[in-house]
């Protein structure tokens, strides 16, 4: 399973921003899909999740403004920003979680810096 996220870049506070996430490989068994976002100095932390069952989660640090979702026929997870924040300054990572197996797998970040 391959992971390649999309669609950082620099926007000021306020903006919006779109993440995608394109999914590749096969994967066995059910899973939970998600965001994480690591910024500088600090641990990675969720942001956005969809539950095996359709079930969103999302930290009270972006609930209102941040929206997942998926289309899997075309195997691409979403992140929709909105009312950016400098503080949601962050590499962002895509991530499938294999329930069963308890296997993580991760894409290779995209940058979104949002400028005060």
């Known amino acids: 399973v391959q992971l390649q996220a999309s669609g950082g870049g620099l926007v000021q506070a306020g903006g919006s921003l779109r993440l995608s996430c394109a999914v590749s490989?096969?994967?066995?068994?059910?899973?939970?899909i998600g965001w994480y976002r690591q910024a500088p100095g600090k641990e990675r932390e969720l942001v956005a999740a969809?539950?095996?069952?359709?079930?969103?989660n999302y930290p009270d640090s972006v609930k209102g403004r941040f929206t997942i979702s998926s289309d899997n026929a075309k195997k691409m997870v979403f992140l929709q920003m909105n009312s950016l924040k400098p503080e949601d300054t962050a590499v962002y990572y895509c991530?499938?979680?294999?329930?069963?197996?308890?296997?993580?797998?991760w894409g290779q970040g995209t940058l979104v810096t949002v400028s005060s």
């Open positions: 969809i539950a095996w069952g359709g079930s969103t």
């Open positions: 991530n499938v979680f294999i329930i069963v197996t308890k296997t993580n797998y």
């Open positions: 490989g096969s994967i066995f068994g059910i899973y939970d």
